[in-house]
């Protein structure tokens, strides 16, 4: 195929058709929901640097009477979707009335954005009751912004992702710089969009469920008499409690930790140890010191159950009882198989440069900070 093209000032546009293999679509049945759900949930994780995501939406039973409720779609990024702007990156409005619905989300919104993705299905409902959670008070929403328990409905959902690429022959490979995908329905075309011509190719792809992690650990050293305090901040996310058993390698210049545990047990009074936007102390005790500390690793060892095996980890600041240093070691992510990318450890490098602003503007120093004038005020704030 050749173009001619001349004194051009808009990008191309190309249209490739892609293979005949029909990807598979899942099918999704009416279930009860679990006691903390609020949407239908499902998950698919994107392989492919700079593609576009199509989702369609195929309806397979209605209702007998007329279908008038609002049903709504969420998309979010490496954590669990939720009908507040804040829990999702993209949302959409579904008309279930139809057999078929497509929705598109670009390849420019989706930047260093390749991994593990989740969407959520839900039913908006004007009134409230006791199988609904309203959201009316926090959210900017005009309408009632209350969300049922349930659905009443079947549904098949399918997820593809086509990117537009070229090849570089410098580099021998190809290379998606200067080109983006454009929304084309359907799993046979693939739309692209360039600022230059050369050899091109297109990707068709049908994301997959990473698989899942096994671990054999060992158990904790005896205490020593060199001391560390180690504080634990689990960040203010949606399911970010864990009751899954966390361990971490610590390395410093002289010596390395390893295959040390967290005590997680629950406790009566104070709860789990690992409970969203807490910040917990541990004292550890090793034979001497392990010199200036320079890695963090944090992996998950025997998961919990259901919701609360993943956990959200904000940071780890460990101070040298000896020597009165702190180590920051910011970690910001997911470990655990059900949120997130779905990776099961995290290497956190220390970072002294300290963000004195971002810190006290952090979720966890304003919550210290309301609990102690509702102490004095009697909660009136």
Known sequence: MVFSVHNTLKPISMNALGS???????????SPYQKYQV???????????NSSILIEFTRINMPLLNYSDDVYLFVAYQRLPGPLEEDHDFMFSLNVTRDLQSFYIASKELTNKTGLYYIGVGIRLDDVSNRTVDYSSISDMKKPWNFVRWLDFDYEPRILTKGCYYFDVEADSFNANRTSSVFSPGDQHVRCESYHLTTFSVGLFSPEIPSDFDYDYVQDMLPDEYMYMLVVETGYR?????????????TGTSAEEVARCFDNDLDESNGLP?????????????????GDLTYLRLW??????????SWYCNRVIIKDMQTDINY???VHNWLGTTNGDGQAERLAEVCNKRRFLDEAMSMHNVGEIISYIAMYTGNWL
């Open 39 to 49: 949407l239908d949930i499902h998950t698919f994780e994107t392989t492919q640097w």
């Open 274 to 290: 690992f409970t969203w936007g807490k910040t917990t102390r541990f004292l550890m005790t090793t034979p001497w010191s392990l």
């Open 238 to 250: 949606m399911f970010a409690t864990s009751n899954s058993k966390i361990s971490f390698n610590l």
């Open 328 to 330: 920051y070691f910011p």
């Open 300 to 309: 998950i060892g025997n998961p919990g159950q259901e919701h609360r095996e």
């Open 20 to 30: 005949d293999r029909e990807p598979p679509a899942g099918l999704v049945l009416v």
